[in-house]
T-cell receptor, first 110, second 115 residues
Framework: GIQVEQSPPDLILQEGANSTLRCNFS?????LQWFHQNPWGQLINLFY???GTKQNGRLSVTTVATERYSLLYISSSQTTDSGVYFC????????????FGKGTKLTVNP | DSGVTQTPKHLITATGQRVTLRCSPR?????VYWYQQSLDQGLQFLIQ???????AKGNILERFSAQQFPDLHSELNLSSLELGDSALYFC??????????????FGSGTQLSVL
């Protein structure tokens, strides 16, 4: 099945810093989504982005489908950005399930 | 609030027992997905139902079963529980299936502890 690798596994920042989280995937995808799991365990859908670029406030994402990667940018980070960021993909092979990476754990210190 | 409701939030039980986890999807969503999150395996897809029918199956054990009812709520049944089944179980929903480019919305999860 499709493989999803996220880097870095852990990231520690000071409030106000910028960061880039990467997601590499091993096959062509129909569907790619980014999620944020907050410290209380809630999984929140950030973006649906199988290709192209989107922005939502301080967060933006770019997926280059032909090169099989996606980048999530967080600017002017805040302590509330802490948590785990997951990339999830569904391959064009039609598995009809989202496969999750292992996530990037982000800690933003005040 | 994602609109996906899961009950109970926490469940503590003993090995060998059987439990049922319940999920109500967002209004209008036809697909329900179950995921298991553990420290060693990460987020693993278990099973998907679409409008009452099983649509996709993942790494779901034979001791586990699920169904989606006519009102579209879903139940995940876990039987002959083992210590290793302790995990956070998520339900998610979408309008259609992910193959039709749908966004997935997760409930707050059920934390299962098997003692």
């Amino acid at each position: 099945g499709i493989q999803v690798e996220q880097s870095p596994p852990d990231l520690i920042l000071q409030e106000g810093a910028n960061s880039t989280l990467r997601c590499n995937f091993s096959d062509s995808v129909n569907n790619l989504q980014w999620f944020h799991q907050n410290p209380w365990g809630q999984l929140i859908n950030l973006f649906y982005i199988p290709s192209g670029t989107k922005q939502n406030g301080r967060l933006s994402v770019t997926t280059v489908a032909t090169e099989r990667y996606s980048l999530l940018y967080i600017s002017s980070s805040q302590t509330t950005d802490s948590g785990v960021y997951f990339c999830a993909v569904e391959s064009k092979g039609g598995s009809e399930k989202l496969v999750f990476g292992k996530g990037t754990k982000l800690t933003v210190n005040p | 609030d994602s609109g996906v409701t899961q009950t109970p939030k926490h469940l503590i039980t003993a090995t060998g027992q059987r439990v049922t986890l319940r999920c109500s999807p967002r209004s209008g969503d036809l697909s329900v997905y179950w995921y298991q999150q553990s420290l060693d395996q990460g987020l693993q897809f278990l099973i998907q139902y679409y409008n009452g029918e099983e649509r996709a199956k993942g790494n779901i054990l034979e001791r586990f079963s699920a169904q989606q009812f006519p009102d579209l709520h879903s139940e995940l049944n876990l039987s002959s529980l083992e210590l290793g089944d302790s995990a956070l179980y998520f339900c998610a929903s979408s309008r259609g299936a992910v193959a039709t480019n749908e966004k997935l919305f997760f409930g707050s999860g059920t934390q299962l502890s098997v003692l």
